[in-house]
């Protein structure tokens, strides 16, 4: 079993910076990947990145490549997400999940969230 939490969300202005924690508890999460989703209001919880089990591979969606960071310190049990450039349309609901593979579609576990808002 595995607790997620998320923590750092915000309030930020549109070209800001933003860092978001996802804590483990329960056991490590070294065997996992780690990715990021975030759904904004009305809409559909949608992916935004993940990084493999040592951290060695990394992929974003198209909509924040360039701008967002996906790292973990695995001796913390620890996942980052660091966003940069922000934009209006990145405000969200940010969810931390465990992936059993790279490529899979299915999410273990999730984190409750953290809301992260990109005003003008």
């Known amino acids: 079993q595995v607790q997620l939490i998320e923590s750092g969300g915000g309030l930020v202005q549109t070209g800001g910076s933003l860092s978001l924690s996802c804590a483990a508890s329960?056991?490590?999460?070294?065997?996992?990947?780690m990715a990021w989703f975030r759904q904004a209001p009305g809409k559909e919880r949608v992916f935004v990145g993940k990084i493999s089990q040592k951290g060695y591979t990394t992929y974003y969606a198209d909509s924040v490549k360039g701008r967002f960071t996906i790292s973990r310190d695995n001796s913390k049990n620890r996942v980052y997400l660091q966003m940069n450039s922000l934009k209006a349309e990145d405000t969200a609901i940010y969810y931390c999940?465990?992936?059993?593979?790279?490529?899979?579609?299915?999410?273990?576990?999730w984190g409750q969230g953290t809301q992260v808002t990109v005003s003008s």
């Open positions: 999940a465990a992936l059993r593979e790279f490529d899979t579609e299915t999410v273990d576990y």
């Open positions: 329960g056991r490590t999460l070294s065997g996992f990947v």
